[in-house]
């Protein structure tokens, strides 16, 4: 046999073999943890108390991969933050980091533990994934020398990344990636730009985004849209904000927006309103959690198609404006009164009869609604609102919102409150807009937080309507939208420490309603 022969033969084996090994579904876990947190102090802790502290979170975070593989997982997600908490300065998060090399460098921690320095958290780590065959997510911080002569170079000489490392079944570091939109971390710098993050495996095509960026057009969308990923790995710390932004219920969403597969993993701390993980399916959720009783972790496990769009369940595209702008709409209601979600000035009309057809209108978006109530609750009182502008008192991202909502109480000016138990049933809902962007996220949370899987569903036409009869007691039924062109771009996509600052103090002072996003 020719050389040229016997390497044909060699890659023709490598193809059969893969193909062979592909896995058209895998078993995926999150893990939601409840964060031992370091004690609050103003100078820096040692080194090695650092260590101590992260070895203790993962400890418990060992146990959850190790269940997570006895019970078939290919997979696993832990949250943001999970090693160490939050409420750092940047000298006071300095000892917990490590300096995170590019995955090019063909690295296995638990095999060459000092090729890189002092590395016991990703030494740990990739023994983790190798010992269990599993791959893991972790976020941890990353530490990279500076050059004094960068004008950008912060003063202690090293630029500091919130950072997700993943590590495969052998161990290896096949994954890096520094989260873009901070929220509330002055600890952390804003990378350059955006990174796009993707691997490679034999149950799909993976990338990765953090918390915050899941607002944001890149990473988020560009992965899904141009990289074609299957499934995308979500570490969040994020806080429950309602009506239209708890963690399940956006998070759902997303998946069902974008008809990707998503893995997110929350932190748990109740106090904070910290709490809600799943793992979502382009149609529906497979699994999630909320927990806002205990102060207990929560692992979930749930098989997931490898390549969701060549499963028959894939979702059709949906053009979200089309039976909006080409049916006859409704008569815009007069009695329309504009109430607050978050900072957001909404303009509403009341569900005023337990059936009808109502429409209302803010600038470019009209909202309509078809309902029917099983009973008309006299103690409650439902409104539909419509929002399109520049949202919150940052101004930066741009929403289009159409909502059906329960108010707080009778009293119409509590519409877009958060309120959390509902009685009112629907015999039928649909909801549409006359949206500007093809990004729109369907959303429906029902009474005590609690979410739908397979009693509702967008139509190709735009309509989100609800199916197998009636529903539970509904909290809201939205379709959020994000027009990306439209945000404001005059200030980077991270925030000030400043700004920062003091929106993590206001936060943790428990404001009774928290204006986080």
Known sequence: MTTSSFQTSVAVFALV?????????????????????????????????????????????????????????????????ALYGWNFTRETIFPYLEDIPDPRVDWIP?????????????????????????????????????????????????????TNVVYDKKGQLVARYHKYHLYAEPQFDVPEKPELVTFNTTFGRFGIFTCFDILFHDPAITLVK?????????????????????????????????????????????RLKMTGSGIYAPHSPKAYHYDMETNLGRILLSELDSHPRSSPAFPVAVNWSDYATTTKPFPVQKSTFRAFISRDAFNFTELSASAGNLTVCQKD??????????????????????FSGLHGRRRREYWQVCTMLKCKTTNVTTCGRPVETALTRFNIFSLSGTFGTEYVFPEVLLTKIHLSPGKFEVLKDGRLVNKNG?????????????WYTKDSHSISGGISNLETANLLISTLLMITTLQIL
């Not at 590395?119 to 941890?140: D, E, F, G, H, M």
């Open 226 to 270: 141009d990289f074609h990923v299957d499934t995308i790995l979500f570490p969040t710390a994020w806080m429950n904000v309602l009506p239209l932004l708890t963690a399940i219920e956006f998070h759902s969403a997303w998946a069902m927006g974008m008809r990707v597969n998503l893995l997110a993993a929350n932190t748990h701390h109740a």
């Open 17 to 81: 073999t893969l193909h062979v090994s592909a896995l058209d579904t895998f078993i995926a876990a999150v893990y939601e943890h409840a964060v031992i947190l370091p004690e609050e102090t103003k100078t820096p802790v040692s080194q090695d108390n650092a260590l101590l502290l992260m070895n203790k979170n993962i400890d418990i975070l060992e146990k959850a991969i190790k269940q997570a593989a006895e019970q078939g997982a290919e997979i696993i997600v832990t949250p943001e933050d």
């Open 365 to 386: 978006l009209c909202c309509h609604l078809s309902y029917r109530m099983l009973r008309k609750e006299e103690n409650e009182v439902y409104a539909l609102g419509a």
């Open 110 to 162: 638990c095999r060459d533990p000092h090729r890189f320095g002092h590395t016991p958290v990703q030494v740990r780590l990739s023994c983790l994934a190798k010992n269990n065959s599993i791959y893991v997510l972790a976020n941890i911080g990353d530490k990279k020398p500076c050059d004094s002569k960068d004008p950008s170079c912060p003063p202690n000489g090293c630029y500091q990344y919130n």
């Open 470 to 482: 009636t529903s539970e007691p509904i909290l809201t039924v939205s379709l959020f939208g994000r």
